[in-house]
C-alpha cells in the first residue's frame, strides 16, 4: 500500500511555508531547507551497538566492499558517513576546523583512513556503489567505548534530546539481550512525531556464527536465540524484530578471493583427521602445515574459525565453485535476510520516515522561534500529523508493541500485519505470498475489512478494540483503493 507520496507533499510544502516565514532568520532558513533537502536524498540508516559488535563488518557486507576501517583507533572513533557517488572520495570534518579531502589508501582491498590527531566531527566517504543509492549507511563508533567523549558522540548523534536525530532509521547490533542494550534502545525513542515507535529500529543479533563456541550449526542456533528475543515484550517495544547476522561471513562471501577457495580445497583434499585436529581452534589451525602460515592467518582473519570450519564443511558438500561458495555462505549468513528486512521496514518506509524527521526538525523551529505569524504553521502540523494515517498507523504499533493497548493474541497478530508491522507490502499485509494475484489480494482484503467492521459494531468489543478496528479499517481501505487503481 503506497500512501505516502501525499504525506511527502503534504510535508514539502508545509517545509517550505516555514522557510519563507523565517526569511529574516538566515540560520533558520539554513536549518529548514536542509531537513528539506533531506527529504529528496536515500535514507539515512545509522549502524550502532557496542564495541566489537561487527558494526562496520555489517556495513562491508551491506555494501559488498571493504570500505569500513574494522580495526579499532582508524575511523572507528569517528561518526563516518557512507554515501553514493559517481567518483571516490574521503572526506574530514574536523569539530574545529575547515573540511578536507583524505588521499584514497588501499590496502588488500580495503579502504584505510588516517584521522590524524584532529577533533574529527565526521567523515563523508562518498563511493560508487549501487547499494548505497537507496540508503547512505553511517557507523558509529561502538557505545561503552574506553573513551566516554567518543560513546557520548554516538548517544548524541542518535538521541539527541534538543534536536531530531540525524539518522532515520538505526539497525542496532548486539551479541546478547543485556539491560544497556535496552536501555540505548529506550534513549533512541522520539520525544515528537508518532512517538515512541519501534518501526525505524532493527535489532540485530550480531557474529551469530560465534554462538555455540563456533559450531557449523552456530548460525542454526543463533536464529532460535533471536526468535526468542523478538518474542521479549521488552524488546519488541523497541525495535521491529529482531535478525541473527554473521557479517563476517557474510563480509568474506561477498568479497571472496579465488585463492581462498583454493586453499579451501587444498583443505578437502587434505587427510580428513589432520583437517579437523587443526580445526579444534584457531591457534592449532594458525600452525597447519598443510598451507603456509600467512595463508592460515588470512582465512582466520576473513573468515573466522567457524567460517573456515563451514567453508570446508560446504565444499565437501559439492559447493565446488567460488561463486557458489560464495553465494551459500552468504545465505547462510543471514545477511540475506536482512537485506529483505530492511528493503520491506526502511527502504519501503522511506518517504514516511524521512517526512516524520522533517516534521520535527520544523518541530524545533516552531517551539523555539514563536511568532504570531507562525501559529498557522503549528496547526497544519499538527493537522498532518493528527490526518496522515501512516502517523495513525505507527502510534497504534507502537501502543499495541508496548502493551497499552491489550488485544487477544489472534487479533493482535493479525492487526500489527495488517498495519504493516511485518512489511507494508500488500502481500505481507494481507498474509499472502509474494505471487498473489490481485483478485486473491483483493479477496484477502475484502475478507479482513468485513472481520474489522464486525469488531468494530460488536457491542460487547472493548473500547481499545474499537478505537484500533477504525485504524485497521482505514489500512484495509486503502489496500482495497490500491487494487482498484
Request: with cysteine; charged share 25%.
Amino acid at each position: 500500500m503506497n500512501t505516502t507520496s501525499g504525506l511527502g507533499a503534504s510535508v514539502r510544502a508545509v517545509m517550505r511555508r516555514a522557510i519563507k516565514a523565517y526569511r529574516d532568520c538566515p540560520d533558520m532558513v539554513a536549518y529548514l531547507q536542509r531537513h528539506l533537502d533531506r527529504m529528496n536524498e536515500p535514507l539515512r540508516v545509522a549502524i550502532a551497538g557496542q564495541v566489537k559488535a561487527g558494526k562496520s563488518t555489517l556495513l562491508n557486507a551491506l555494501v559488498g566492499e571493504e570500505i569500513a576501517a574494522t580495526d579499532a583507533g582508524e575511523c572507528t572513533r569517528a561518526v563516518t558517513w557512507y554515501r553514493a557517488a559517481e567518483t571516490p572520495r574521503v572526506t574530514l570534518h574536523p569539530s574545529d576546523a575547515p573540511p578536507r579531502q583524505l588521499p584514497i589508501d588501499r590496502r588488500d582491498g580495503a579502504l584505510r583512513m588516517d584521522l590524524g590527531t584532529d577533533r574529527v566531527d565526521r567523515v563523508v566517504v562518498d563511493w560508487p556503489s549501487q547499494h548505497l543509492r537507496t540508503m547512505t549507511l553511517i557507523d558509529t563508533p561502538g557505545l561503552q567505548s574506553i573513551s566516554a567523549e567518543i560513546s557520548a558522540r554516538t548517544a548524541g548523534f542518535l538521541s539527541g534530546d534538543e534536536e531530531p536525530a540525524e539518522a532515520d532509521a538505526v539497525i542496532y547490533l548486539m551479541r546478547h539481550l543485556h539491560s544497556s542494550n535496552v536501555r540505548f534502545l529506550e534513549s533512541f525513542y522520539d520525544r515528537g512525531i508518532a512517538r515512541a515507535t519501534p518501526v525505524n529500529t532493527i535489532a540485530v543479533l550480531s557474529r551469530a556464527d560465534e554462538i555455540g563456541a563456533g559450531r557449523v550449526d552456530a548460525l542454526m542456533s543463533a536464529r532460535r536465540i533471536a526468535r526468542r528475543y523478538g518474542a521479549d515484550e521488552k524488546l519488541r517495544s523497541l525495535c521491529q524484530t529482531v535478525v541473527p547476522v554473521s557479517g563476517l561471513l557474510a563480509q568474506a562471501g561477498r568479497t571472496m578471493r579465488q585463492a581462498e577457495f583454493a586453499a579451501f580445497l587444498e583443505l578437502v583434499r587434505a587427510r580428513r583427521a589432520d583437517v579437523e585436529a587443526a580445526l579444534l581452534s584457531a591457534d592449532r589451525f594458525a600452525r597447519y602445515d598443510g598451507l603456509e602460515p600467512d595463508v592460515c592467518v588470512d582465512l582466520l582473519h576473513r573468515f573466522g574459525l567457524s567460517g573456515v570450519r563451514l567453508a570446508v564443511t560446504l565444499v565437501r558438500q559439492g559447493f565446488d565453485g567460488a561463486p557458489k561458495l560464495a553465494a551459500e555462505l552468504v545465505r547462510r549468513s543471514g545477511l540475506d535476510e536482512l537485506r529483505e528486512v530492511l528493503t520491506a521496514q526502511f527502504t519501503a518506509r522511506a518517504e514516511l520516515l524521512k517526512a516524520r524527521s522533517a516534521l520535527l526538525a520544523l518541530d524545533v523551529v516552531l517551539s523555539r522561534a514563536v511568532r504570531p505569524e507562525t501559529q498557522a504553521l503549528v496547526v497544519e502540523v499538527e493537522r498532518i500529523v493528527a490526518g496522515a494515517h501512516e502517523f495513525a498507523e505507527l502510534r497504534l504499533l507502537s501502543s499495541l508493541r508496548l502493551g497499552s493497548v491489550k488485544l487477544p493474541a489472534d487479533v493482535l497478530a493479525e492487526a500489527e500485519r495488517l498495519l504493516g508491522g511485518l512489511g507494508v507490502g500488500s502481500t505481507t499485509r494481507l498474509g499472502l505470498g509474494v505471487h498473489a494475484t490481485t483478485a486473491e489480494q483483493r479477496n484477502a482484503a475484502l475478507d479482513a475489512l468485513s472481520r474489522w467492521r464486525r469488531r468494530l459494531e460488536n457491542p460487547l468489543s472493548s473500547l481499545a478494540l474499537t478505537d484500533a478496528s477504525r485504524i485497521v479499517i482505514r489500512s484495509c481501505e486503502g489496500l482495497l483503493a490500491e487494487f482498484a487503481d
